[in-house]
């Protein structure tokens, strides 16, 4: 289910460049094992929007079977997992409305993709982003970092 008030829409994976071939699109993958692959993407400054791909790498016989990805300053990323578990997984695990989402995907299955596109107008070079997936249990282990490039 698509996340409306984060402005989210899903997309047909392609390659968004910004003016000097700077890639504004990533692709990320979730697996099994509660990892994202890669854990840490940079983000060109010049990008004024950016587009994230979640593919769920996983099989569907595991009992884990579904991720969502979603962005937030590093010292918010506790209490969204919190409200996020009160929003159940009706909301994606993804209270609505929360202003510290950055970005958000829903809940994609294994072999699913799922994506955002979100502004970068907000984010600032040299501040820490944590992304996560906010699926009870795996917010702790399943996250990385995106990076601001001037």
Same mark, same amino acid.
């Given at each position: 289910?698509?996340?409306?008030?984060?402005?989210?829409?899903? *997309?047909?994976?392609?390659?968004?460049?910004?003016?000097?071939?700077?890639?504004? +699109?990533?692709?990320? +993958?979730?697996?099994?094992? *509660?990892?994202?692959?890669?854990?840490?993407?940079?983000?060109?400054?010049?990008?004024?929007?950016?587009?994230?791909?979640?593919?769920?790498?996983?099989?569907?016989?595991?009992?884990?079977?579904?991720?969502?990805?979603?962005?937030?300053?590093?010292?918010?990323?506790?209490?969204?997992?919190?409200?996020?578990?009160?929003?159940?997984?009706?909301?994606?695990?993804?209270?609505?409305?929360?202003?510290?989402? *950055?970005?958000?995907?829903? *809940?994609?299955?294994?072999?699913?993709?799922?994506?955002?596109?979100?502004?970068?107008?907000?984010?600032?070079?040299?501040?820490?982003?944590?992304?996560?997936?906010?699926?009870?249990?795996?917010? +702790?282990?399943?996250?990385?970092?995106?990076?601001?490039?001037?």
């Amino acid at each position: 289910m698509p996340l409306p008030w984060l402005a989210a829409r899903l *997309l047909v994976a392609s390659t968004l460049a910004a003016p000097g071939g700077n890639v504004c +699109e990533f692709r990320i +993958e979730a697996d099994d094992a *509660l990892r994202f692959s890669p854990n840490r993407v940079e983000v060109p400054g010049v990008c004024p929007d950016v587009t994230v791909t979640v593919h769920h790498a996983g099989r569907p016989d595991q009992a884990v079977t579904s991720h969502n990805w979603v962005l937030t300053r590093e010292q918010d990323r506790a209490a969204v997992i919190a409200d996020g578990l009160r929003a159940g997984m009706d909301r994606n695990y993804v209270a609505r409305g929360d202003h510290r989402i *950055l970005g958000a995907t829903a *809940l994609v299955k294994a072999g699913q993709r799922g994506a955002v596109t979100f502004s970068t107008l907000s984010l600032r070079a040299g501040e820490p982003y944590v992304y996560f997936c906010s699926y009870p249990g795996h917010g +702790e282990h399943q996250t990385g970092r995106l990076v601001v490039n001037p």
